[in-house]
């Protein structure tokens, strides 16, 4: 074969093979990509155990994917599992309560009436009790419905999950033990220079970390500080604690669309200090912490604009499903980093374009 062919060849060999290998591995991208993140993540810790045992790389990945194991999948499940009986709990104790209470003397009230309908100028219309009871009762109806389905199919639909976890676990363990042979060949085989794949898998890896463990120790906080809060007033401390850590997995807005109407409630049955308590506490303390610790966790050039880890989760959740929560806030870690690479690629080019803007403002002006 003559040389001029030798190096097309090989090339369109490589593309048939990479697109071979992409249907083969297809359906186990998504357990690919999550391990690989967790390994990434996690991968200080592994370092740790292994110097701890002497160098002993492949009983330190073992021991560090049982740890997240224990530490992360199984207490999922039990909350799951409570979750869905206290939905339903929940939902049968607001029935009892409005079959119990004369709800009119709430709904029918000067304050609320004139105060709280006038100021959203509903006074005019038919809100009568029998109206919105029925109304936040079919609400609550939903909602108790969607925890209890969703944490039904999370325990029975056992096949597939367990799988998918076996998979992950699987290949967390390899890329532990050989993850820096694979990065090393990656980084040999790219096209890009020595500087760049470096740059890419450093500030991938800071953004991932910085991201992931923020957003999730940010959740378990605000989750355990929310549990105090409504345990004080007599609220079930393990419920309240879980839907506000679920809540607070979505930035800035999350744990307040749990204590907002929760503190509402309490004002409009009566419960005066329990209603403006969870509201002061809900504002000073479980958003509060949110904002802390994300401020220490999160570096500077680590950072991603918390609107976007918001809707990351929601479209990572919608396209991949469970492992979206990791992988959706993930994949916008990559297009920071990418989009970094880019900046450090073309600014001489971006610098002499905004010198020549300046000089074109300085021109305009001296007219």
């Excluded at 998504?30 to 045992?53: D, G, N, Q």
């Excluded at 676990?169 to 090393?184: E, P, S």
């Excluded at 303390?285 to 994300?294: G, K, P």
């Amino acid at each position: 074969m003559s040389k001029n062919l030798t190096k097309p060849f090989l090339l369109i060999l490589v593309a048939l093979v990479i697109v071979a290998c992409y249907f083969i591995f297809r359906p186990f991208l998504t357990e690919i990509f999550v391990a690989a993140i967790l390994a990434s993540v996690f991968y200080t810790p592994y370092l740790r155990f292994a110097k701890f045992l002497h160098g002993r790389k492949k009983l330190a990945a073992s021991l560090m994917c049982i740890l997240l194991l224990v530490i992360i999948i199984l207490p999922t499940i039990q909350l799951l599992a409570y979750t869905g009986q206290r939905s339903v709990v929940a939902y049968n104790a607001t029935v009892v309560f409005f079959n119990e209470h004369n709800t009119n003397e709430i709904f029918q009230a000067d304050f609320f009436n004139r105060g709280v309908l006038g100021y959203l100028h509903l006074s005019s219309y038919d809100l009568n009790s029998t109206t919105l009871q029925s109304t936040l009762l079919e609400i609550f109806k939903k909602s108790s419905n969607w925890l209890l389905d969703g944490a039904t199919m999370a325990l029975k639909g056992t096949t597939d999950f367990v799988v998918s976890l076996i998979l992950v676990i699987i290949a967390m363990f390899f890329f532990f033990v050989d993850g820096q042979g694979m990065l090393k060949r990656l980084m040999r085989i790219s096209p890009l220079p020595d500087k760049y794949d470096q740059t890419l898998f450093l500030k991938f890896r800071a953004v991932s970390y910085a991201t992931f463990i923020s957003t999730f120790v940010a959740a378990v906080a605000q989750g355990l500080v929310g549990a105090i809060g409504f345990a004080i007033i007599g609220f079930p401390a393990l419920l309240a604690g879980i839907l506000v850590a679920l809540l607070s997995l979505l930035p800035y807005i999350g744990a307040a669309l749990f204590y907002v109407p929760m503190g509402i409630y309490y004002l409009l049955i009566g419960n005066i200090w329990q209603g403006i308590f969870i509201l002061i506490w809900g504002t000073m303390v479980i958003s509060t912490i949110d904002n802390v610790i994300r401020t220490y966790m999160v570096k500077g050039e680590a950072e991603i604009n918390p609107i976007f880890v918001l809707f990351s989760i929601l479209g990572g959740v919608v396209m991949f499903g469970f492992w979206g929560v990791v992988l959706g806030p993930l994949v916008v870690a990559l297009a920071v980093t990418v989009f970094h690479i880019y900046e450090l690629e073309f600014c001489d080019m971006l610098e002499d374009r905004e010198m020549g803007d300046e000089e074109e403002k300085v021109a305009v002006v001296n007219k």
